[in-house]
């Protein structure tokens, strides 16, 4: 089994999910000049990145990722969105994205699942208020019809949905180890990067915990065809 994976930019890898998944990916790097696929191979993971869900004209492979999810949402193919990709995913569908007005929401933050998360194949075992990895300042404002809620959070209410029984998309960073996330502020000139570097890093058992059995269910999800 085997599963195709856009990497949008160099620093947003698949971090944790190259150990959890124990599956094959192809990772497609775009921004190398590789060709997004028409199709994906038994499962499709989309990854975060630094451009807008609809700056095409920064990302120029964006319209064929959109083309991309929404067939494999038709096809039945297991699919994650993270961050970037959980937009991106989220207007493939017809819902939408939008410039946060909250602001930039990151580091270690509290999400919350909702009622319809407890039997979701992936997040059923996340307890109810748990900590995951932040860094974005779009929100995906008016979900795609029929997507069921399944987290929460107080700056961006929707944090992740799933979308018929096989896609889902997560605003947060399951992938993000603490070494990531540090990058990520390197780059950033935040002023508080010190203390965010220092609560990432005080969660990282947490997040080890927390996230893993929902990458390795994802898997499952690919293993069953």
């Known amino acids: 089994m085997r599963i195709t994976v856009v990497e949008h930019e160099a620093g947003a890898g698949l971090g944790y999910l190259a150990d959890w998944l124990e599956l094959t990916c192809d990772v497609v790097r775009p921004y190398l000049g590789e060709e997004i696929p028409e199709r994906a191979a038994d499962g499709l993971i989309v990854l975060g990145g630094a ?12 319209p064929a990722t959109r083309a991309l999810l929404r067939r494999a949402v038709e096809e039945g193919t297991p ?3 993270i961050c970037l990709g959980a937009q991106l995913l989220t207007l493939a569908l017809g819902g939408a ?4 007005g909250a602001g930039l929401e990151v580091g270690a933050c509290e999400v919350v699942a909702l009622p319809a998360a407890a039997s979701d194949r992936l997040l059923s ?8 990895v932040q860094y974005h300042q779009d929100a995906m404002t008016r979900l795609p019809e029929g997507a069921v809620p399944l ?11 799933r979308v018929g029984e096989r896609a889902w998309a997560v605003q947060f960073h399951p992938e993000a180890t603490p070494e990531i996330f540090t990058e990520w502020t ?5 002023a508080a990067a010190e203390e ?8 990282r058992d947490a997040l080890v915990s ?3 059995p929902v990458v390795q269910a994802f898997a499952e999800v690919v293993r069953a065809g």
């Open 125 to 132: 075992g996340v307890p109810g208020t748990a900590t995951a």
């Open 186 to 190: 390197a780059e950033s000139g935040l």
């Open 51 to 62: 451009a807008a869900a609809w700056e095409d004209e920064r990302n120029p492979w964006q």
């Open 97 to 100: 994205v939008e410039r946060g």
């Open 196 to 203: 965010l570097n220092a609560g990432v890093e005080a969660a």
């Open 210 to 212: 927390t996230w893993r």
């Open 79 to 81: 699919t994650l969105g």
């Open 151 to 161: 987290m929460t959070g107080a700056r961006y209410p929707n944090q992740a949905y």
